[in-house]
């Protein structure tokens, strides 16, 4: 700022110069000496600003009131500044092209100081004015155009990982629209390859089925046939693998099913369904010299799929009677809307809590049959009717907890969809 009021403050003094120069004569005759612009009082600047004209010899002719003597501010050619007395002095020294006169302006610093704090004021204090207005501006502006993208964080972050959906492209920015769209297709191309894999599985899970029974029908043709009891003992051990395989393929091709969502909703009693797999399970458990201890109310409706629920519950209660300790109890309980089941495990057994969903895990009870997805059924299926599943230790007990939200509570005669 500074340097531009120079600037046009010493353009203005070469203008002023040409012009006093322009009104002399040219050969100096006639031309009085020792004249003195006496002052006029008409403005306050009026003693910041003076010039001198002179002979190139350096007599006087004509100077204003109040000017410097030159033995103070000599004449010097071309632009320089000079204190005097505190105050600084521009001034401006140019020689006719003749040569015979010469004039010096002279500016008080004060004066232009006046200006540029002027400046500075009419400029600053707008800007200042306005800038609070302009950052908030800016700011509404930023987050109406980012919004969209917030919303569609929000989608992301509450979209279950199951969950494959397009995101709906309504009222967006043209930036929005196009990173929905390309979300959009990779959600497309994973649900594509997810369905790929669960599609394989299950496929090989049942192709599998046929030569394994074919395997297991021949075995127990040959152990009929045995004519030895070594024969009988190795043929024996041979079914017994082959029961595992297939029970083994029979999980995984249950796996695959359970990761497919329900089709069928409606209102399902689950305190009944519950109650009716106990049954399904209590000659088992009796054989094992295991104790039912089952307490619940005759009715408990959820929203559910009732061929998902059974397999929920009846793979709960299968993992509870295969894994109780001997002569030990099954606690079966019902508070609220949750279901708990209960069953004391040997102490020799090392389970890590935080594991058991996953497929294949089994920890330290390799004496029992199974392949170790039980669990991982029964959290797939939880999922999928949208449960609450807690698996946990406590003590000697091991706790399954299933758990409806109310959501999916439902009182007789009222109807909702999933």
């Known amino acids: 700022m500074s340097h531009e009021v120079d600037e046009l403050f010493d353009a203005e003094m070469v203008q002023q110069a040409k012009t006093l120069l322009a009104l002399l004569p ?5 031309v009085a000496r020792e004249i003195t612009i006496s002052r006029i009082n008409a403005h306050s600047y009026e003693d910041k600003l003076s010039y001198r004209i002179e002979t190139r010899d350096g007599e006087r002719i004509m100077q204003t009131e109040g000017s410097l003597d030159p033995s103070v501010i000599p004449f010097k050619e071309g632009f320089s500044v000079k204190a005097v007395d505190n105050d600084l002095w521009h001034s401006l020294g140019l020689t006719s092209p003749a040569r015979d006169y010469r004039i010096l302006l002279l500016q008080q610093d004060e004066f232009r100081s006046e200006i540029r704090g002027d400046l500075t004021t009419d400029m600053v204090v707008p800007i200042l004015t306005l800038l609070p207005l302009m950052l908030w501006l800016g700011w509404w502006t930023i987050n109406q155009n980012f919004a969209s993208f917030r919303r569609l964080a929000e989608e992301l972050r509450r979209k279950r990982s199951d969950d494959y959906r397009p995101f709906i492209e309504s009222n967006d920015a043209e930036e929005v629209s196009l990173v929905k769209g390309a979300l959009n297709h990779y959600l497309t191309r994973i649900e594509q390859t997810f369905l790929r894999e669960k599609q394989f599985s299950a496929d090989a899970a049942h192709e599998l089925r046929t030569p394994l029974a074919s395997l297991k029908a021949q075995l127990q043709n040959q152990w009929q046939k045995a004519s030895t009891q070594q024969q ?14 297939v029970s083994l393929v029979e999980s995984l091709l249950l796996l695959s099913k359970t990761e497919l969502p329900p089709q069928h909703w409606k209102q399902v009693n689950a305190a009944a369904t519950l109650r009716q797999v106990i049954s399904d399970y209590y000659q088992w458990a009796d054989s094992r010299q295991l104790v039912m201890d089952v307490n619940l109310p005759n009715t408990v409706l959820w929203r559910s799929e009732e061929r998902y629920l059974t397999m929920l519950f009846s793979n709960l209660v299968d993992n509870a009677i295969k894994y109780a300790a001997p002569q030990s109890s099954i606690d079966i309980q019902c508070h609220g809307s949750s279901f708990t089941i209960r069953n004391r495990i040997e102490k020799s057994h090392h389970v890590d809590a935080k594991r058991l969903t996953e497929r294949f895990y089994r920890g330290g009870q390799l004496r029992e049959e199974g392949a170790g997805l039980g669990l ?3 959290s797939n299926l939880a999922k999928q009717l949208g449960l609450k599943l807690t698996l946990a ?11 409806a939200d109310q959501a999916l509570l439902e009182k007789p005669g009222i109807s909702r969809k999933p």
């Open 26 to 30: 040219r050969d100096g005759a006639g």
């Open 232 to 245: 009988k003992e190795e043929l024996k051990s041979l079914l017994a693998s082959t029961d595992r395989l």
């Open 376 to 378: 991982s059924i029964v």
């Open 393 to 403: 230790l406590e003590d000697d007990w091991f706790v399954a907890k299933v758990e």
